[in-house]
T-cell receptor
Framework: EDKVVQSPLSLVVHEGDTVTLNCSYE??????LLWYKQEKKAPTFLFML????IEKKSGRLSSILDKKELSSILNITATQTGDSAIYLC????????????????FGKGTHLIIQP | KAGVTQTPRYLIKTRGQQVTLSCSPI?????VSWYQQTPGQGLQFLFE???????NKGNFPGRFSGRQFSNSRSEMNVSTLELGDSALYLC???????????FGQGTRLTVV
């Protein structure tokens, strides 16, 4: 059974700090790893990392995949109060029979709180 | 481009009743997946539909079922509701192979 573990489960920092969120995974046949940000309801997509795309960056957010260590980190620099959210990491299952997204296995998430 | 639309946004039901939730995917997306989110268990996969066929199913009892229509819209049904079914139900759609899933705003179901 696929497993995704995120750490820390919660984190409180001050505005302007840099944070690093961790995600480790155990999957039978790795395809990709996804990061989502969930503020109120809908998780919003941040990054997808694959064997051919192990590093992604968008503004103050960046993510790296370490296939050797079976892990990924999500970095947020110069944090702002708007970054407060739950950050979720997920992996798709190994079996794949065609187009579309299969059931993602999610970690429990990191609840990040940015204090002004 | 419209996002994933879920209706209704909120529902209150009584134990023993049944409920149907609806999800309209992003135009052009053929895959729809459903997830249950609770504070204790996090996000858990319910099932996934592609071209009206259920391709994948999570570890939930048979009271949870779903279907997909020819226009890719999907519904999920929960029968004989239990208090523990209270959760946020999220639907996600995606376009194709190994592509990211986009989530709707969810339906908050409360069972009393």
């Amino acid at each position: 059974e696929d497993k995704v573990v995120q750490s820390p489960l919660s984190l409180v920092v001050h505005e302007g700090d840099t944070v690093t969120l961790n995600c480790s995974y155990e999957v039978t046949n790795f395809r990709s790893l996804l990061w989502y940000k969930q503020e109120k309801k809908a998780p919003t997509f941040l990054f997808m990392l694959t064997s051919s795309g192990i590093e992604k960056k968008s503004g103050r957010l960046s993510s790296i995949l370490d296939k050797k260590e079976l892990s990924s980190i999500l970095n947020i620099t110069a944090t702002q109060t708007g970054d407060s959210a739950i950050y979720l990491c997920a992996v798709p299952p190994p079996m794949y029979s065609g187009g579309g997204a299969d059931g993602l296995t999610f970690g429990k998430g990191t609840h990040l709180i940015i204090q002004p | 481009k419209a996002g994933v639309t879920q209706t209704p946004r909120y529902l209150i039901k009584t134990r023993g009743q049944q409920v149907t939730l609806s999800c309209s995917p992003i135009s052009g997306h053929r895959s729809v997946s459903w997830y249950q989110q609770t504070p204790g268990q996090g996000l858990q996969f319910l099932f996934e539909y592609f071209s009206e066929t259920q391709r994948n199913k999570g570890n939930f009892p048979g009271r949870f079922s779903g279907r997909q229509f020819s226009n890719s819209r999907s519904e999920m049904n929960v029968s004989t509701l239990e208090l523990g079914d209270s959760a946020l139900y999220l639907c996600a759609s995606s376009f194709g192979v190994n592509t990211e899933a986009f989530f709707g705003q969810g339906t908050r179901l409360t069972v009393v």
